[in-house]
């Protein structure tokens, strides 16, 4: 009988190819903030579109304490078509390069799935890589991160945006999430990234039902494979809207907040959201009650 991975290490410290060294203390949770760059993102689409608002957005969510920016020029809402490489990379790059002029600016994750648009961020200081399709739709992109030396966070999705919520089905969601992820983790390490620079999501909206999204959510200790830092991304998400009688997703930061903190009383280790001062609140004290516990 094999023994299970070992956790990792309270402290992810890498590298950046340009020099900079990065450091992300996980002895707490940790707050990824969302700064979309699109002008059609399912709930802040077209806000932040044009740089100098970008650079104030980011500026604005690393004072209410986001640990990482999540910078995204390609939506991937429901039903949304893809974005070519040069219209994606169109979008990103002056905001990139804005944020590049920034010395305190914490690490920036480019949202995309594309290796080449990924290589030209992170030679312009992106400094993980956020791939909601885990590796799958282009390969390379593990490699390219695996090169840089820089973590990766590997998504799962059932099909793709256009498609994934056309009557998504599973035999038992919670087990095929995991195994997924498990398997594009496998798929990331051959790569050559060290499995301590793995970070996973399940997906929450991604190809999933109200109640597909609450059983991943309920039994996340099942879900999250030992040995890799595991992130929640539910931020506004339709199931939050569902559950709340059709609220609109700007309506819906409220229910994302005690979310996310009843994600890290679970075991999750990061979450993504929006509205980041409302969620360093929720698990400031969700961290409270858990330390008081354990004293």
């Given amino acids: 009988m094999t023994s299970p991975p070992p956790s990792p290490a309270s402290l992810m410290t890498w590298t950046h190819p340009l020099g900079r060294v990065f450091a992300l203390d996980f002895s707490r949770p940790l707050v990824m903030g969302v700064l979309n760059v699109t002008p059609d993102s399912f709930s802040d689409g077209g806000k932040f579109f044009d740089p100098a608002a970008a650079v104030a957005r980011a500026r604005e969510l690393a004072l209410e304490g986001a640990d990482i920016l999540d910078l995204g020029a390609e939506t991937t809402r429901p039903g949304s078509s893809p974005t070519s490489e040069e219209e994606e990379w169109r979008r990103l790059s002056p905001a990139l390069e804005a944020l590049s002029r920034w010395n305190e600016c914490p690490p920036i994750s480019v949202d995309t ?27 390379r992109i593990l490699k390219v991160t695996a090169e840089a030396g820089l973590p990766i966070v590997l998504t799962h999705m059932l099909g793709e945006p256009r498609t994934m919520q056309d009557t998504p089905h599973y035999e038992d969601v919670v087990r095929e999430v995991r195994d997924f992820l498990l398997q594009r983790a496998e798929a990331a390490m051959e790569a050559g990234i060290p499995r301590e620079r793995i970070i996973l999501d399940p997906g929450l909206g991604f190809g999933k039902t109200a109640a597909h999204n609450l059983a991943l959510l309920n039994r996340m200790e099942e879900v999250r494979p030992q040995g890799f830092r595991f992130l929640m991304a539910l931020s506004r998400k339709a199931f939050l809207g569902h559950v709340l009688d059709g609220a609109p997703p700007d309506q819906r930061d409220g229910a994302t907040a005690v979310a996310s903190a009843l994600a890290v009383w679970k075991g999750a280790e990061m979450v993504r959201v929006h509205d980041v001062r409302r969620a360093v609140e929720a698990l400031k004290v969700v961290t409270a009650i858990r330390r008081e516990a354990l004293a």
């Fill in 113 to 139: 799935y594309k290796s080449s648009v990924a290589s030209k961020a992170i030679a312009m200081g992106a400094a993980i890589v956020n791939d909601v399709y885990a590796g799958r739709q282009d390969p």
